[in-house]
Each structure stands twice: as structure tokens, then as C-alpha cells.
């Protein structure tokens, strides 16, 4: 008598496999929803396939358009140096995304690339008249802010920002602050004009004085070397010296100490709270702290992290996914 074979029993596909069997014929006989918008208008309009197809790529182009807009809003956003005061980290020309999301839940560390916005230009378009700034002889046209001009500011000091300005409006309510502008005479000459302003006793910016204004902002790049209470200097050898001690970060970095107009980081400098020390590190070209100040966190945008141009240089940056930060 002849045995009989017995079949052997098919292997069972493991969970994986049968996972994603049954994803895939959950997808295929899923009917695919028309666009959202051509369900609203078919409630009120007959439409054709062709306008339901148009309706179907506007909508599309205009989500895009929306992610686009929440992603260099919120997340990143893309820049180009037009100078060369980062020379070599950054040249003349090179275009990277700056990582702004991150440093929500983290701040910046010095060594690191960062940029921020600086206020290059603030005009006086109006004086109320009958205001403090009326009363102490300030004019419409008068520059506290101009490109390059650290002789000008308020306080004695250059005004990086409209949110140094009214802090220094703030610590001086009910004294006189100094106004020192450039005035322009003729298409060729101006001058520097100081005016001393009575601050009202519960003065916060320009607008409680009198003043109207427009300010024209940038993006800056630099490196940050110190922030809110350390003391930083700039040493005899142009070694950076953070709380008295050489800083290790920027033991290979020999920044200039002496020039027309740099003030500030050639003595030990205290950075205030809340404020940032930062400097190019093309020292011979670099309009920077040593002229102008401190840069407030409020005014911190974010970290370079990637470089998409020039194509030879394309990648990560400032130790991002482990690349060098110099």
C-alpha cells in the first residue's frame, strides 16, 4: 500500500509582511476625496471636471505657499553675506539656511555663528511740536543712526538697537539725555548736532518724546564671544580673555584692539544681561562689537547650519551634524 505524501504547510508571512499587505489594500480600495474646496463649492455650484482639476492645483499651490511661509517663518530661513567680515568661516557670496527654531528651547553658546538684526539707519521724519525733542532743538532729518557713523548715538554710546534706545529712554526718565545726530546742511555737508532731552517721567521710546521715525534693519552674521554678565576683553596680544581668563574656544583667533572708533571689549568690558558680545572674525574688516555694543537676545535670530552656495562648499556649518565651528 502506497503512502500518501503529505504536503508541507505553507510558512505564514511574519507581522511585517502581513502589515503591510493589508495597508496596501486598505489604500487601494479607499476612494480617493476630492480636494476640500471642490466639496465647498459643490454644495452651492455644479462644476465640470476640468474647473474641479483647476480648484484641485490651486489649492495645492496654495498649501505649499502656506508651508513654505510657516517654514522660514517659524523654522528656518535662508541668507546671503554680502561682506566679508566672517572671512574665512563665511566669504562674500556664500548662501545658508539659519536654524531659528531650535534655539527656542536652547540658547547659543559662544564659538558659535549667529546672526541677528542690527539697526543700520534711524531718521527723524517729524518733531511734534511742543515736545521734548522740539524743545531741545532735534530737527526732521536728523540722523541718530547712520551707516558706519559710531561718533553719533544716544548717551554717549551708538545705538545698535530700537530696543537699546528705549532702555536707555527708560533708565533716564525724569533727567535730560544726551541726543548726539548727524545733520545734513547741504547735499554734500553735514554736521554733528548734541541735544539734551527732558524724558517724561513714564517715557518708554522715541514716540513719548515726540519723535516719528524710520528705521531701516539687517541681518547680521557674526561670531558670539560672550554673553549677559561675563566680562570679556580684548588682551595686549589680541587674545580674547573671558572673566580674566584666556578663552580656550578662541585660542586660535588673534583679534585688532586699536582703530578709529573701537571702544568697547579693549578694557574688561561687563556684557549686560541679556545682551550677546559679538565679533567678525575677519578682524581688519569687521563692523562689529568693538564699535557699537552689544546686540539684546530679543534681536537673536538663529545659527547658520547649512550651506547650499557656493556648491563647492556645500554642507552643514558651524557644528551642525559635526562639522567645524572656525
Known amino acids: 500500500m502506497k503512502k500518501s505524501k503529505v504536503r508541507p504547510q505553507a510558512k505564514r508571512p511574519n507581522w511585517v509582511v502581513r502589515l503591510w499587505r493589508w495597508y496596501w489594500e486598505r489604500r487601494r480600495r479607499r476612494v480617493k476625496k476630492p480636494p476640500w474646496a471642490v466639496r465647498l463649492l459643490r454644495r452651492r455650484y455644479t462644476l465640470s471636471p476640468r474647473t474641479e482639476r483647476i480648484i484641485g492645483w490651486v489649492e495645492t499651490i496654495v498649501e505649499v505657499g502656506v508651508l513654505f511661509w510657516l517654514i522660514i517663518t517659524f523654522v528656518t530661513v535662508r541668507m546671503t553675506v554680502p561682506t566679508g567680515s566672517m572671512i574665512p568661516a563665511i566669504i562674500p557670496g556664500d548662501s545658508f539656511f539659519v536654524d531659528i527654531l531650535s ?14 538684526w542690527f539697526l543700520e539707519e534711524l531718521k527723524i521724519t517729524r518733531v511734534r511740536e511742543g515736545s521734548p525733542a522740539a524743545e531741545a532743538g ?46 545734513q546742511i547741504t547735499s554734500r555737508e553735514a554736521q554733528v548736532v548734541t541735544a539734551w532731552i527732558k524724558v517724561p517721567t513714564e517715557a518708554k521710546d522715541l514716540d513719548d518724546l515726540g519723535v516719528d521715525y524710520k528705521a531701516r534693519r539687517s541681518r547680521y552674521v557674526k561670531r558670539l564671544v560672550a554673553v549677559g554678565g561675563q566680562t570679556v576683553q580684548i588682551g595686549a596680544g589680541g587674545k580674547i580673555y573671558i572673566n580674566g581668563s584666556p578663552s580656550s574656544v578662541f585660542a586660535d583667533m588673534t583679534y585688532a584692539r586699536t582703530g578709529l572708533g573701537i571702544r568697547y571689549g579693549v578694557e574688561p568690558t561687563v556684557v549686560p544681561a541679556g545682551h550677546y558680545f559679538v565679533l567678525g572674525d575677519n578682524t581688519l574688516n569687521s563692523y562689529d562689537s568693538r564699535y557699537w555694543g552689544f546686540v539684546p537676545e530679543e534681536d537673536f535670530i538663529g545659527c547658520p547650519f547649512f550651506r547650499v552656495w557656493p556648491f563647492s562648499r556645500f554642507g552643514p556649518m558651524n557644528g551642525y551634524f559635526w562639522s567645524p565651528r572656525f
Do not use: K, M, N
Open 103 to 116: 534655539y527656542h528651547f536652547r540658547d547659543p553658546t559662544p564659538g558659535s555663528i549667529v546672526v541677528f
Open 138 to 183: 532735534l530737527q526732521a532729518g536728523d540722523y541718530i543712526v547712520a551707516p558706519g557713523r559710531w561718533d553719533i548715538g544716544v548717551g554717549g554710546e551708538p545705538v545698535p538697537s530700537l530696543r537699546t534706545l528705549s532702555r536707555r529712554i527708560v533708565a533716564a526718565r525724569g533727567s535730560s539725555l544726551e541726543f548726539t545726530v548727524l545733520r
